[in-house]
């Protein structure tokens, strides 16, 4: 879904592939802590880790675009930082505005290495 400003687009979110991208190890990212991963060619992504399960979603909240992963993270929730926004890791559904959502990602874990399939 596009941001309510039709101008106002995440240009760092990567394409989708169907690829599994390596972007680090389980050990790296305590539990409750988000992160910015940075991909080729400028993309990024943020991933979380939620009690040892790990959720990866735009880097963008599409209300005026802050990066999501600094956000506050309550469970399966992360609020952004900016305005409040709260976002479920678990769908990219937007809590706040219900015609909002971002986009998530499939993380899969293979012998301590974070795969996002993008
Ligand atoms: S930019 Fe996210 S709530 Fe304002």
């Not at 910015?36 to 991933?47: D, S, W, Y």
């Not at 005026?64 to 709260?86: D, F, I, M, S």
Request: aromatic share 10%; hydrophobic share 35%.
């Amino acid at each position: 879904m596009q941001s309510l400003d039709k101008n106002f687009t995440n240009h760092k979110r990567p394409p989708r592939t169907g690829e599994q991208v390596t972007v680090g190890r389980v050990e790296e990212l305590p539990p409750g802590r988000g992160a910015t991963v940075e991909l080729a060619g400028g993309r990024e992504l943020a991933l979380y880790n939620v009690g040892g399960e790990f959720f990866a979603v735009e880097n963008f909240c599409p209300y005026r675009g802050a990066p999501l992963a600094g956000g506050l993270l309550r469970g399966h929730v992360v609020e952004c930082n900016w305005h409040g926004w709260r976002f479920d890791l678990r769908t990219g559904q937007c809590l706040t505005r219900a015609n909002s959502h971002i986009e998530s990602y499939d993380v899969v874990i293979e012998e301590g290495w974070i795969k996002i399939v993008v």
